[in-house]
């Protein structure tokens, strides 16, 4: 997979493989908590911290606050951020190069915060749903189970992140 | 029913008054938690990015947060917390709000 800035208000993913194209087209199921608990805590944590000295019925009215007004807003800007990737997604076309058939893609600058949302909520349910460690070396089963494939999908979409952070969001 | 000529005694309270007694509400702290998850970059773009921090302090609160486990970014009143907290969230920090001891 090859990630290119265009200058041009738009970056492209360029030379992108079959396997390469299946982990991309997995990042909104990806992303969806349910039945996580965890992951959905994770997603939707509360407003206060754990050690806060407020009395617990201040706590839980404060929490009931956030559930009812910042809670949709959260949700909504976490389901259009998703949204948007799978629109993109959706305009991939396939390229030959040297022979090979990749996919290819196009996206505006605009865009890019919206694909870090999505890969970045992706990666955390895939974490908290495979109970991954945060180093892809601490792997120890082996390259065909599915905790390989969810360390697999969580470095490239940490990769991408990484070039849009770098090349397009970084002012 | 008439209500004419009836008057009803208010007692007037400064707007300063108001204002300041709002400021005496105890502040609150934003803090961000640590998440092995979330890249180090991204926490320090989305630190810049809500608060306006430079480039060098942003990546200061970031190295605090990872290495410490929680870092202070913000005190103040609570309305301006919890919408700090609203957008940190939103980029899926691990952000939450506390009074000040």
């Known amino acids: 997979m090859e990630l290119i800035s265009n200058n041009d208000g738009k970056w492209s993913l360029k030379r992108v493989s ?28 509360s407003p206060v911290t754990p050690t806060a000295k407020l009395d617990p019925q201040a706590v839980k009215s404060i929490e009931d606050d956030w559930r ?6 959260i949700r909504d800007g976490f389901g259009k951020a998703l949204n948007t990737v799978g629109s993109d997604l959706a305009s991939a076309c396939v390229e ?5 058939d990749y996919y290819g893609l196009t996206v505006p600058d605009s865009h890019a915060e919206s694909w870090c949302s999505a ?19 601490e792997m120890e089963s082996g390259p065909v189970s599915e905790e390989w494939l969810a360390i697999l999908q969580s470095e490239i979409y940490g990769m991408i992140m990484e070039f849009l952070i770098k090349e397009v969001l970084w002012e | 029913m008439s209500v004419q000529n009836t008057s009803v005694e208010v007692e007037a309270v400064p707007v300063a008054d108001i204002e ?5 509400a105890p502040p609150w702290k934003v803090l961000i938690f640590d998440d092995p998850v979330n890249l180090m970059s991204f926490v320090t773009l989305m630190i810049r990015r ?3 921090y430079s480039e060098s302090k942003a990546t200061e609160l ?4 990872h290495h410490k486990g929680r870092a202070i970014v913000w005190t103040g009143e609570r309305e301006k917390a919890e919408l ?11 952000a939450a709000m506390e009074p000040v001891d």
Do not use: T, W
Not at chain 1, 121 to 130: D, E, G, N, P, T
Not at chain 2, 84 to 92: I, P
């Open chain 1, 18 to 45: 079959e396997l390469e194209y299946l982990m991309l087209s997995r990042i909104q199921d990806s992303a969806d908590p349910s039945g996580c608990e965890e992951a959905v805590i994770r997603l939707y944590p």
């Open chain 1, 68 to 73: 009812e007004y910042a809670g949709p807003d």
């Open chain 1, 96 to 100: 030959e190069a040297d022979g090979v």
């Open chain 1, 119 to 137: 890969l970045n909520q992706a990666r955390l349910v895939l974490h908290h749903k495979h109970d991954l460690p945060s180093e892809a070396g």
């Open chain 2, 20 to 24: 300041g007694s709002e400021n005496l």
């Open chain 2, 50 to 52: 809500i608060f306006g």
């Open chain 2, 62 to 65: 970031m190295l605090q947060v």
């Open chain 2, 84 to 94: 700090f907290v609203q957008q940190l969230q939103s980029c899926q920090l691990l």
